[in-house]
């Protein structure tokens, strides 16, 4: 882990006013939206694919530091978007929206 990188858990996801059984994990990154991100995305590829809009709240776990929680609103959103790269077209069917809470 290099020194800008910080640590953080889930504490709580929801799905509309549902709380999901998914808490913990450990997601590095350098900003607590990016981590939330993440664990957005390792629990979309597990459903059936489409529209989904979860509240992930995630707490920092770095040492030293305030054990803050965040609270994310994160959606993927249907964006039909073609991207050339190397020669081949590759079509992205879904955006990821997040907005802090």
């Known amino acids: 882990m290099e020194s800008d990188e910080r640590s953080f858990t889930v504490e709580k996801m929801l799905r ?30 597990k459903q059936t694919p489409g529209k989904m809009t979860l509240i992930i709240h995630i707490r920092e776990t770095t040492n030293d530091s305030s054990h803050k929680i965040f609270k994310y ?29």
């Open 73 to 101: 609103k994160i959606s993927k959103v249907l964006d039909n978007k073609q991207v050339e790269k190397d020669g081949k077209i590759i079509e992205y069917k879904y955006k990821t929206k997040i907005k802090k809470i």
């Open 16 to 45: 509309g006013k549902k709380t999901l059984r998914t808490t913990g994990g450990r997601y590095i990154s350098k900003s607590p939206s990016a981590a939330a991100k993440k664990a957005f995305s390792q629990y979309y590829r």
